[in-house]
């Protein structure tokens, strides 16, 4: 088969893919849930709060779906994301992701100052996605924004998981780790929520606002040293995570806290659902498919060569036709050692055309469900055993450019640019790998 068939079909199941997880729609099925929570806890007002990068559709299908009885409420979303017709009874805020910003300082505070503003008559109705940890910040005491800049930005380039990440963050925050719903009190709290983490763990997506935390302050001072951080973090962080391990200062709330008892975690989408899609796109166009996971973690450029490795295996089995599809999804790391540009599925799909170079008839699509690849303009990336020889044709060392985590440039420079801007979404990261004899 030729490649550009390749590029063809596998961009056509990413983008079944995205369809099936698009959060507008994904709020509208949920939203007779809001309405008999609204009936059940005899509420008098319904508020909205939105944080994370599909906030925006989220909003938009509440505000058509229960515009009886939404009041209003506040949206923080990633800046750029915002198009279409302006919401009538909902506050949209642009701030800054990955690294928080004074918008996103703002935003939060007007979340907060309306939480403190419900009674007992009140159901906060909470829309949380991808991107909410860094949209929704509010340090607290003795630390500042900059601090928590700093944080963010030496963990972005550690290698941490998103889980060490946010068990960091939650313990230098005011309203992650459960206290967004401990700030709402005495209000009725139900949050509807897209799953941006492996296992779709509550109290990891947009670091668990109105979930259980079971992690501690000693926990987020284990990451930090384990990731040799602790001599460049700033002074005021350490302060605040020592008097937490000293009980001075209170831990997050964990499930025994009562709080949680007026509080209703639901999610309403997450990784496998993009893949189910996906497979039945790819079904349609004649493969043969195989889901090989929807939890793959690690470092992006090990998982690509992993992926190489079982395209290669997918090729051994006794298949008519030849045609067959493996499918991955999760949510891979880049411990950034290199000055160049990159993310995580630029990475993967380098590592990946290194490992595959001259397998004829493999190609490989790796993007961000949100249409966002780490600091880049791109998606991902389109990647095959041609790859490597088009990069030598043109004088470019394939292994040079993963070794300065360079990725986005690399294809750049041959093509391969998967650009599909922000997709309103986010679900993790998708892998396509479509095989042919």
Request: charged letters at 25%; a negative charge; proline letters at 4%.
């Amino acid at each position: 088969m030729n490649t550009v068939y390749h590029d063809r079909d596998a961009s056509a199941i990413f983008l079944a893919a995205l369809d099936a997880v698009e959060p507008y729609q994904l709020v509208r099925l949920n939203a007779d849930k809001v309405r008999s929570a609204y009936r059940s806890a005899n509420a008098k007002r319904l508020v909205a709060v939105g944080f994370g990068k599909a906030s925006l559709s989220m909003g938009r299908a509440i505000e058509d779906s229960l515009a009886d009885i939404l009041e209003g409420g506040i949206l923080v979303t990633k800046r750029g994301s915002v198009s279409g017709p302006p919401l009538r009874k909902l506050k949209i805020i642009e701030a800054g992701h990955p690294i928080p910003d004074e918008y996103g300082y703002v935003g939060t505070a007007k979340i907060i100052r309306l939480l403190q503003e419900a009674d007992e008559h009140t159901l906060v109705l909470c829309l949380i996605s991808g991107g909410g940890s860094a949209l929704l910040v509010s340090p607290c005491n003795g630390i500042s924004l900059k601090d928590k800049q700093s944080v963010s930005e030496l963990l972005l380039k550690s290698g941490a998981s998103i889980s060490e990440f946010n068990t960091v963050r939650k313990h230098l925050s005011k309203v992650k780790g459960g206290r967004l719903a401990e700030l709402a009190g005495p209000a009725t709290v139900m949050s509807l929520i897209l799953s941006d983490v492996v296992g779709d763990r509550l109290d990891v997506i947009a670091s668990g606002p109105t979930s259980p935390d079971s992690t501690t302050f000693r926990d987020a001072l284990r990451i930090l040293d384990k990731y040799d951080l602790l001599d460049q973090v700033p002074e005021p962080v350490l302060r605040v995570i020592g008097n937490g391990i000293e009980g001075l200062i209170p831990e997050t709330p964990d499930e025994d806290d009562p709080l949680f008892l007026r509080v209703t975690n639901s999610i309403i989408g997450n990784n496998r659902i993009a893949l189910d899609a996906a497979k039945r796109r790819a079904e349609e166009l004649g493969y043969h498919v195989k889901i090989l996971s929807s939890d793959l973690q690690g470092e992006a450029r090990h998982v690509g060569e992993w992926l190489a490795a079982q395209a290669d295996m997918a090729r051994t089995i006794p298949i008519s036709d030849r045609r067959y599809c493996l499918l991955s999804g999760g949510e891979t790391t880049v411990t950034v050692r290199g000055p160049g540009l990159g993310g995580r599925n630029t990475e993967l799909a380098l590592a990946f055309a290194i490992a595959a170079r001259g397998r004829r008839g493999i190609t490989l699509l790796s993007a961000g469900t949100d249409g966002s690849d780490g600091p880049t303009d791109t998606a991902g990336a389109i990647a095959d055993g041609y790859t490597f020889e088009k990069a030598v044709a043109r004088d470019l060392d394939p292994a040079a450019y993963l070794d300065n985590n360079d990725s986005y440039h690399f294809f750049k420079g041959i093509g391969g640019l998967l650009t599909t801007g922000p997709t309103g979404t986010n679900v993790m990261d998708i892998q396509i790998i479509l095989i042919d004899a």
